[in-house]
Nanobody, 128 residues
Framework: QVQLVESGGGLVQAGGSLRLSCAAS????????MGWFRQAPGKEREFVAA????????GYADSVKGRFTISRDNAKNTVYLQMNSLRPEDTAVYYC?????????????????????WGQGTQVTVSS
């Protein structure tokens, strides 16, 4: 069992930055693929970024590529999402998720149904 707790959300002006954190419980954190998703009001949950268990491979949605960076610290059981050059369209609740299977490809890490555990979410609001 893995429990995930996100933090770091808030209100920021367009062009600003935020860093989200996701703290995980459980001794097997280092074996999980971790992902970030977001959901805006009235929209489906969408993929943002993912990172393989070792941190050696990452994947991003086209909409955030070059602006967001996912990273992890397995010693601290924490995954991060550094968000720069934020836009109003980035406004959403951001969720982190953990996936136990070892495969890492855009066909798998981008799909919410591939993840086994989810956090409660943290609100990010970008004002124009």
């Amino acid at each position: 069992q893995v429990q995930l707790v996100e933090s770091g959300g808030g209100l920021v002006q367009a062009g600003g930055s935020l860093r989200l954190s996701c703290a995980a419980s459980g001794r097997t954190f280092s074996s999980y693929t971790m992902g970030w998703f977001r959901q805006a009001p009235g929209k489906e949950r969408e993929f943002v970024a993912a990172i393989i268990w070792s941190g050696g491979n990452t994947g991003y949605a086209d909409s955030v590529k070059g602006r967001f960076t996912i990273s992890r610290d397995n010693a601290k059981n924490t995954v991060y999402l550094q968000m720069n050059s934020l836009r109003p369209e980035d406004t959403a609740v951001y969720y982190c998720a953990a996936r136990s299977r070892l495969t890492f490809s855009s066909a798998t890490y981008s799909r919410p149904q591939e993840y086994d555990y989810w956090g409660q979410g943290t609100q990010v609001t970008v004002s124009s």
